[in-house]
């Protein structure tokens, strides 16, 4: 059994849809995962794909808000276009990628979006860029995040990250470079982490696709830790086409089978919690999507979540995350003077939680996540609403919901759950609110059934076209 899963919730064999091959590559600079792959194949060289994104770079007054440095490509362009003329490409081969600024990747500097950790360069590749590396992807650039992937929108050593879609407004957090960089096509793919919803975040807002994997699939080796217990590496990018190739290689022992699509499926639609609290146009567009799964041959199955406690246990959630990244975070305690006012905040809650409230959390937690695969004994998967409404405004942070103005602590309501259980979760977009802004909801599997998560969504984006609407 998994270390951490209780009986009968380990995750198994993990099994990937077949993604169909692109048909071409138009402008390399706005081409995806699998456009650039096929363009490659064609012929087009890596070289000038990679300076189509350098192009895009210097054009974008902005761009320099998600992007923190540019990495040295020369040696693995020249190897990938070798590779692609010998007929030896990998997997990803000469795919460029963008890295959220808390994981390591060898001869950069890794910022943690933090003061205190000066100009410190990795030595080493962390698990997850070695993995892409090996498979032929290029890291093309480190990109922000908030401050230990925990702080506010006003980054104290590289400033704010506006949303690509309105500059008033947030890109969300923590991930904030990695959904930057996708909406504003200055990378195909990224690399996040999500603790509380820092990956699905950012991806509601900005417009993208993420994918929050079940915990422990993917290894955090080089990974800067805000909770041990909590942190979720994962793979950004503009569709779950995209997704599912990145993480066919980032979890290694993965197999690659027939795409499925929605056909047979039960989808359940959870009542209570994750629909309370939440604008009228998120509302909309979630009801919308389950509709569009039900012409495409899904039974949808309305489930009642009241009885999972789940306000409770996103309390419990918070106390987890804050007490390890208090125990994890003392060695700046003599600093939080220069650190960013949102992250100590966060710090001064966990130093205020007690050892007997952890080890509560912590039942807590075991208790959910069978209750909830108990929940979900009748479906295949969940469909819930994203975010509870349109990007956050930067200049009150306030949420706008069915015309109040909420402040940002509801930002992780229906996303803190799954990493507190660890069931995959993914976001996607599924429209524009009423300022223009985009809209998601999210796609939840039992653990091990990031696949089929994967597989819904394709599914979804095949007769949409939400993910592909740009700033």
Request: charged letters at 20%; a negative charge; glycine letters at 14%.
């Amino acid at each position: 059994m998994a270390p951490g899963w209780p009986l009968g919730l380990e995750p198994g064999g993990l099994a990937l849809p077949a993604v169909a091959a692109a048909g071409g590559c138009g402008d390399p600079g706005l081409a995806g995962v699998a456009e650039l792959l096929a363009g490659f194949a064609g012929g087009l060289p890596v070289s000038e794909a990679v300076a189509a994104l350098a192009a895009r770079r210097a054009g974008d007054e902005r761009a320099g808000e998600a992007v923190l440095s540019v990495l040295p490509v020369a040696a693995a362009v020249a190897e990938s276009e070798r590779r692609w003329r010998d007929g030896t490409a990998r997997a990803l081969e000469g795919v460029p990628f963008g890295v959220k600024a808390i994981i390591d990747v060898a001869g950069a500097v890794v910022t943690c979006g933090s003061v205190v950790t000066g100009d410190r360069r990795a030595v080493a590749d962390s698990a997850v860029v070695a993995r892409l590396r090996a498979a032929g992807a290029i890291p093309l650039a480190m990109l922000a995040t908030t401050e230990f992937a925990a702080g506010s929108p006003f980054n104290p050593r590289h400033g704010v990250v506006t949303n690509p879609w309105d500059a008033g407004r947030w890109t969300g957090g923590s991930s904030t470079g990695s959904g930057a960089a996708l909406a504003r096509r200055l990378v195909p793919l990224a690399l996040g982490t999500d603790t509380g919803g820092s990956i699905r975040v950012p991806s509601c807002w900005c417009g993208t696709t993420g994918l929050k994997p079940t915990r422990g699939l993917l290894p955090r080796d080089g990974i800067a830790t805000l909770s041990w217990t909590l942190d979720h590496p994962g793979p950004m990018a503009r569709s779950a086409r995209d997704l599912t190739l990145a993480l066919g290689v980032l979890a290694g022992k993965t197999t690659v089978g027939p795409a499925r699509g929605v056909r047979g499926l039960r989808v359940g639609l959870p009542s209570g919690w994750f629909d309370e609290g939440v604008d009228g146009a998120v509302l909309g567009a979630w009801r919308a999507a389950a509709q569009v799964m039900e012409a495409a041959g899904a039974a949808l199955v309305p489930l009642d979540a009241r009885g999972l406690d789940l306000g409770a246990h996103h309390d419990a959630a918070w106390d987890i995350l804050t007490a390890e990244a208090a125990a994890v975070q003392g060695w700046t305690r003599a600093r939080r003077g220069e650190q960013d006012a949102g992250l100590v905040a966060r710090l001064e809650r966990g130093e205020a939680v007690s050892g007997a409230r952890y080890a509560e959390a912590m039942l807590m937690r075991a208790e959910l996540m069978g209750a909830l695969a108990r929940v979900m004994e009748g479906v295949d998967v969940l469909l819930t609403p994203g975010l509870g409404g349109e990007a956050g405004r930067l200049a009150d942070l306030t949420i706008e919901v069915d015309g109040r103005a909420e402040g940002f602590a509801i930002i992780s309501r229906n996303t803190m759950v799954f990493d507190y259980t660890g069931f995959p979760a993914l976001m996607m977009p599924a429209g524009l609110g009423p300022n223009g802004l985009p809209l998601g909801v999210q796609v939840v599997g039992r653990p091990g059934d990031d696949g089929l998560c994967l597989d819904v969504a394709m599914a979804f984006q095949q007769v949409t076209d939400f993910h592909e609407a740009r700033p």
